[in-house]
C-alpha cells in the first residue's frame, strides 16, 4: 500500500459518493476489549483502582477526568501527505487527511451505581463545571470566547483537572462532549461517565449544524435558529416536555430517536463558558428531568447516547458567534425496556424512520416527571 | 395540535439545524411487535401459514412478495397543507410533506432456514430477478428505463409476482431494496427476507448520491464516478475482496462499518433492469461470495443490512443517466461473533469513526473465501 503511514495515524476519509468524512483510528485495534474488564473489583472507573494502562485512580470524592488510554485520535504523529497527483483518479476518489486530538474520559462521581438520573440538580452542577473548566482549557487563545472563559471564577477552583495538563500542543478545533448509557449503545462501563474527544478537525454534525445555524442568521436579519424554534415551541407547546428560566427540554419536531429529546438555552449562550452559575444549576437541573424521565417511562435504567454542541474551540468570528449551546438525547427504546427502536435497512440505506410522532413522545414524557420510580442509591 | 392530519399519515419532517429529512409513520404504531411471533411454527413467511393480518401463504416454491402488513408508507391518504404562512416561523421550522408509497415484503426461498450464505449463484438469481420485476412494475412510463424493461424476456415469465397486483395508484418517484439480516440489526423474522419500500420522494441517501454523481459527471467530462472507482481499485488492488467479469466486490476506502463492503457493477448500468442474463448471475455470484465470506469470516450467522442503489423510478432523464447500480452492506460485527462496533455517542453526535482500516478489513474477507464454514443445508 503506497499510503502505508494511514495504517497508523488517526486520520479522515473523504466519502465522495455522499459527500461526507469520516474518523479512521487504526491504532485503536490494539485496544483490549473492554467488555472483558466487567464484573465486580475490576471498574478501572472507581476510585484507586487501577486501569488499562496501568495507572493508578486517585481517591476522587466528585468528578475525575484522565486521558483516554486507548484514544481513538492521537496527539502526536506522523504528517500524512498525499502522494502529489501522481495519479488524478485517486486525489478524487482515495482522499484523506490526518487528524490530531486529545481524549478524555470524566466520571460522574465515585459511585459505581450513581447514574445522572439518580443525581440531585446540585450533585450534578460539578460535572457541568467540569465540562467548562475542560472546554475554557482548550479555546484558542483567538476565540472570543476566551476572554469570557478567564472571567469564570470556577476557573481559579482548586478542582481544576489536573490530568488534563499537559494540554495539546497545537490548537484543537472542536471538543465532542458525549456520554453513551447503557450496553444497548455501546457502553462498556457501567461506572456513569462521559467522554471528551478534541480533534484537530470540526466532525460532520456540527459542522452541518454550523452551517445551517449561519444560513439561517443571514437570510433572518441574524435572528438564531434555536432562539427561533425556542419561542416557536413555547407558542405551540406540544412538544414540550419541560421547562425552567433557563433551559427548554423539548422532542424536537424532527426526532428520529423514538423519545429524542433536546435541552436548549433560552438565551444565546454560544458555549458552556458562557453560562453564569445561576445557568449551569438550571441546565443540571434539565438534564436531571431529562434522564428521571426516561428511567420513569419504562421502569428502567434507560440508555441512550447524548451529547453537547457548542462554539468550536477555534473558528472564525462568525461561526463562534452562530453557536448556540444544546445538548441531545438520543434513546433507542421504543415500546418498553426491552424493545428498541432500531435505525438499520431503510434508515441506514433510504432515510430515518420513525413510528410514534414527536408530539406523542412528548406527552409521555410530561407524564412520567417527579421522583425517580427506583429508591435513589 | 393544529396539524391533526400528521397523526394518522405518512409524512416527512425536515430537520432545519443539520439539513435533512426524516420519514414518520405514525399509523405504524398500531402494527403487533413482530419479536413475539417467533418460535416454531408460527413463522409468517413461510409457505401455507397465516400471517399477522390474517393472509394465507399460497405454497411458493421459489420467492414470494407480498404487500407489507404494517407498512411505513400508506398508498391512500388526507393531504398535507402546512397551514398557509398563519405563521412564518412555523413554515421555517416546522415543515412536513406528505409521503405516500408501498412496502412489499420478499421471502428468498421457501426454506425457513436458508440465508444468502447457504444458497447457490443460480439459486439467487431468481431473487434478483424477482427485485428487477418489481423493480420494472414500478417505472414511471415517461423513465427512458422503461422501454429498456418492456424488452426484459424474464417480465412475461409467468413467475410475475401477483402480490405487486394491484400497483400503486400513483407514479412513485423511488424503491428501496434492502434486507435486515440478524437480530443485532433488528430483524425479527429469521426466515431470511428481504424488504422493498417505494415511495413518493426521493430519500436523503440516494438523493445525496444522486447529487454526488451528478456533480462528478459535470465536473469531469461525463465519467461515472462509480466507474472511475473501478477503475482505480482495480489498479490498487488492496481493497478488493472479490471480482468477476460484470462486478467488483471492494471494502470501500470510505468504508464506515468494519466489514462495510460494495458490490459495484463493472459497466455502466443503470438500474436492475439494465443487466443481462449473463450479469444477474454475476450479480448472484457476487452477493454469494459477500455473504459467505461474511459467515466464514467468525464462523458465525453475520448479522447485516443490505442495501441496493440504482435510478428514481421517475426523474429526470439526467438523473437516471447518472445513476449507476451498486449495492452496499453495512455488518456491526468487529472482532468476533459477539463483538461489534456501537455506533453511538461520537459517531451519531459528531462523525462516523473506525478502528480497523478498509484495506485490514479487505484482507480478512480475501482470506475466508471457499465453501461455507458450516454444512449446507
Ligand atoms: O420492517 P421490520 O422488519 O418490522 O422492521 C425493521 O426494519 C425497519 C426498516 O429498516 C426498521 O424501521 C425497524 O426499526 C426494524 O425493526
Ligand atoms: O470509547 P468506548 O466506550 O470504548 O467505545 C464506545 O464509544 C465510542 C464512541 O462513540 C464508539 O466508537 C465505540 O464503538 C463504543 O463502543
Known amino acids: 500500500m503506497p499510503d502505508k503511514v494511514l495504517d497508523d495515524i488517526s486520520h479522515r476519509r473523504y466519502n465522495p459518493l455522499r459527500g461526507s468524512w469520516l ?96 443525581m440531585s440538580a446540585a450533585e450534578t452542577v460539578p460535572i457541568i463545571e467540569t465540562w467548562t473548566r475542560i472546554y475554557a482549557a482548550h479555546l484558542s487563545p483567538n476565540n472570543p470566547l476566551s476572554a469570557v472563559a478567564a472571567k469564570l471564577d470556577l476557573m481559579s477552583r482548586e478542582a481544576k483537572p489536573e490530568s488534563v495538563a499537559p494540554l495539546p500542543k497545537e490548537q484543537l478545533r472542536y471538543m465532542q462532549i458525549f456520554e453513551n448509557k447503557g450496553a444497548a449503545m455501546g457502553c462498556s462501563n457501567p461506572h456513569p461517565h462521559c467522554q471528551v474527544w478534541t480533534t484537530s478537525t470540526l466532525p460532520e454534525e456540527p459542522a452541518a449544524e454550523t452551517v445551517q445555524m449561519g444560513k439561517y442568521r443571514a437570510e433572518h436579519g441574524g435572528r438564531h435558529l434555536l432562539a427561533d424554534y425556542v419561542k416557536l415551541e413555547m407558542e405551540k407547546k406540544e412538544r414540550i416536555v419541560w421547562q425552567n428560566d433557563g433551559f427548554l427540554v423539548v422532542c424536537p419536531w424532527w ?69 448556540y449551546l444544546h445538548m441531545h438525547f438520543y434513546p433507542p427504546l421504543l415500546r418498553s425496556a426491552t424493545v428498541k427502536k432500531f435505525l438499520v435497512g431503510y434508515e441506514l440505506m433510504a432515510e430515518p424512520q420513525r413510528d410514534i410522532t414527536p408530539e406523542q413522545a412528548a406527552a409521555k414524557l410530561r407524564d412520567c416527571g417527579g421522583e425517580l420510580y427506583r429508591k435513589n442509591l
Open 255 to 323: 426526532a428520529v430517536w423514538p423519545f429524542e429529546v433536546m435541552i436548549i438555552a433560552k438565551r444565546h449562550a454560544r458555549a458552556l463558558v458562557d453560562l453564569t452559575a445561576a445557568e449551569r444549576l438550571q441546565f443540571a437541573e434539565a438534564i436531571q428531568e431529562v434522564t428521571r424521565r426516561y428511567d420513569n417511562l419504562f421502569e428502567t435504567n434507560f440508555p441512550y447516547s447524548s451529547g453537547i454542541h457548542q462554539a468550536p474551540l477555534e473558528g472564525t468570528a462568525e461561526e463562534i458567534e452562530n453557536s
Open 23 to 118: 474518523l479512521v483510528s487504526p491504532h485503536r485495534t490494539k485496544r483490549p476489549w473492554q467488555g472483558a474488564q466487567e464484573g465486580p473489583g475490576v471498574c478501572y472507573l472507581c476510585p484507586r483502582n487501577s486501569r488499562a494502562g496501568g495507572e493508578v485512580n486517585p481517591d476522587y470524592s466528585e468528578t475525575f477526568v484522565f486521558v483516554n488510554d486507548y484514544s481513538a485520535v492521537k496527539e502526536e504523529q506522523a504528517d500524512y501527505q498525499a502522494e502529489a497527483s501522481s495519479d488524478d483518479l485517486a486525489s478524487l476518489l482515495l482522499r484523506a487527511e490526518g487528524v490530531k486530538g486529545k481524549c478524555y474520559v470524566l466520571t460522574f462521581s465515585p459511585k459505581h451505581h450513581l447514574t445522572l438520573a439518580d
